[in-house]
Nanobody, 112 residues
Framework: VQLQASGGGLVQAGGSLRLSCAASGSGASINAMAWYRQAPGKQREWVAH???????NYADSMKGRFTISRDNAKNTVYLQMNNLKPEDTAVYYCHRPLGNYWGKGTLVTVSS
């Protein structure tokens, strides 16, 4: 299974970005997925999770600002990020817990 994350970039504080994570390869079908992020000099932290049925969970600091969703037909998971803050600056990774697959990450930079 290969995970390809995209959609990162530079945005001003208060702006929005939508990240995508496309899964491909053998066995890349419906499964629970998650987003993590790693800020410079910090440990990787969990951001959000979505089950194969679409149930979602978020880290407290992301609730109300981030939305995780999925398109099963496209084997793609999304992370809509609104009202971005400079502290959201990080490399964002998608993760499939089943098999412990990680994407390469996409950089999000939020300027103040």
């Amino acid at each position: 299974v290969q995970l390809q994350a995209s959609g990162g970039g530079l945005v001003q504080a208060g702006g929005s970005l939508r990240l995508s994570c496309a899964a491909s390869g053998s066995g890349a079908s419906i499964n629970a997925m998650a987003w993590y992020r790693q800020a410079p000099g910090k440990q990787r932290e969990w951001v959000a999770h979505i089950t194969s049925g679409g149930s979602t969970n978020y880290a407290d600091s992301m609730k109300g600002r981030f939305t995780i969703s999925r398109d099963n037909a496209k084997n793609t998971v999304y992370l809509q990020m609104n009202n971005l803050k400079p502290e959201d600056t990080a490399v964002y990774y998608c993760h499939r817990p089943l098999g412990n697959y990680w994407g390469k990450g996409t950089l999000v930079t939020v300027s103040s």
